[in-house]
């Protein structure tokens, strides 16, 4: 079946690069996504890498895609106070429910 | 409005009774999902409306869980005799579904979803 695997804790500095890693397994995944949940407040799209490319740069967020690993990272540069959140990464498989991960929370130390 | 609203935000209720939760989709949108999001997990699909037919129910956990969308935009979940186990944030998103095409990323727009609380 579907699963996707997150660390469920990371913490940087702040001014630090944060990189957060997921593994997923539906290998017939068309997108990727990196979807931000912070208290209170709905999930926010952050971004996403349809499963044919390798790299997609948007500001300071930065997507890799491993597809022969099936393994996606979404690196934040300059990570900010307000950077903090739970990132989930999800895939989109033949239906079009998403597969989420159990969520990554990003702890910023001053 | 201008995002995806849902109805209650909260909801207490005891174990056995029924409850419905509303979603209003972003206007426009033809294809609406629900997910449950249990404490420290991620969402998980439940059932997805491609206008008013549900293209994909198999993420209900089972025949307490119901959901409809009539007229294509307004949808309500439904579950009967609630459990415990039933308390969770049940979200709703929208999106512009197929209309947007397979090779479309399909942002799927989330509501702020509904505190389900079953004592």
């Known amino acids: 079946g579907e699963d996707v695997e997150q660390s469920l804790f990371l913490s940087v500095r702040e001014g630090d690069s944060s990189v957060i890693n997921c593994t997923y397994t539906?290998?017939?995944?068309?997108?990727l996504y990196w979807y931000k949940q912070e208290p209170g407040a709905g999930l926010q799209l952050l971004t996403y890498?349809?499963?044919?490319?390798d790299m997609k740069q948007d500001q300071r967020l930065t997507v890799l895609l491993n597809k022969k690993d099936k393994h996606l990272s979404l690196r934040i540069a300059d990570t900010q106070t307000g950077d903090s959140a739970i990132y989930f990464c999800a895939q989109r498989g033949g239906a079009d429910g998403l597969t989420f991960g159990k969520g990554t929370h990003l702890i910023i130390q001053p | 409005g201008a995002g995806v609203s849902q109805t209650p935000s909260n909801k207490v209720t005891e174990k056995g009774k029924y409850v419905e939760l509303r979603c209003d989709p972003i206007?426009?949108?033809?294809?609406l999902y629900w997910y449950r999001q249990s404490l420290g997990q991620g969402p998980e699909f439940l059932i997805y409306?491609?206008?008013?037919?549900?293209?994909?129910d198999s993420g209900l956990p089972n025949d307490r869980f119901f959901a409809v969308r009539p007229e294509g935009s307004v949808s309500t979940l439904k579950i009967q005799r609630t459990e415990r186990g039933d308390s969770a944030v049940y979200l709703c998103a929208s999106s512009f579904g197929q209309a947007g095409g397979r090779r479309s990323y399909n942002e799927q727009f989330f509501g702020p979803g509904t505190r389900l609380t079953v004592l």
């Open positions: 409306f491609q206008g008013t037919g549900a293209a994909d």
């Open positions: 539906d290998s017939s995944s068309t997108y």
């Open positions: 206007s426009g949108h033809t294809a």
């Open positions: 890498i349809f499963s044919n490319m």
